[in-house]
């Protein structure tokens, strides 16, 4: 799930659309809570020390990490909670419900984190809008779209794993 994560990250070609916190919460479906967010601390962690355009101030980072790790989590409590057995639907919405405070939590934190090395927080947190809005948009409708599959499928291989 990590390599996955990573693949993700790594093909990334638009600004601020990513399948990573998709594939966390998966992590979280078909390994539990705790695996699902060690898979979001490992992935997150590996691509901030090693991103393409440079590490991440530390500070980045563990927002960075602090931000992805609550996909796992989510992931395994969904799982718990059987989500999967819901309609395919139901399933879509809650998936975009989901995914929509995970990701602005993930902006939020990220972008705290540079006002607080950069200064001029509010500067900071006026001009992320426009990428936290496209970036909750895009992983809303991940969620929903890709996600409402991959649940039901992480879920049966959660079953088998368990058994």
């Given amino acids: 799930m990590v ?14 659309f990513e399948v990573l ?7 979280g479906v078909l390994l539990g809570s705790r695996d699902g967010a ?20 530390p500070l980045v980072t ?7 790790v609550p996909a796992g989590i989510a992931g395994g409590l969904c ?4 989500l999967a057995e819901r309609p395919a639907r139901m399933r879509a919405v809650l998936l975009a419900l989901v995914a929509l405070p995970l990701t602005a939590f993930f902006d939020l934190i990220t972008n ?18 426009p990428f936290a809005l496209w970036h909750i ?12 599959p991959l649940v039901a499928v992480f879920a049966r291989y959660r079953a088998r794993l368990s058994s």
Avoid at 3 to 16: C, D, K, R, S
Avoid at 79 to 82: L, M
């Fill in 137 to 148: 948009a895009s992983n809303v409708a991940l969620f929903a779209l890709l996600g409402t």
């Fill in 79 to 82: 799982a718990r909670a059987r």
């Fill in 62 to 68: 563990l927002a960075q990490v602090a931000g992805e």
């Fill in 38 to 57: 060690l898979v979001g601390f490992l992935t997150m962690l590996a691509y901030s020390l090693l991103n393409p355009y440079g590490p991440a101030h």
């Fill in 112 to 129: 705290l984190a540079s006002a607080v090395i950069y200064g001029q927080a509010r500067v900071w947190l006026i001009q992320g809008i």
């Fill in 3 to 16: 390599a996955a994560g990573l693949t993700g990250v790594y093909a990334e070609t638009i600004p601020n």
């Fill in 21 to 27: 916190t998709l594939v966390v919460f998966c992590s």
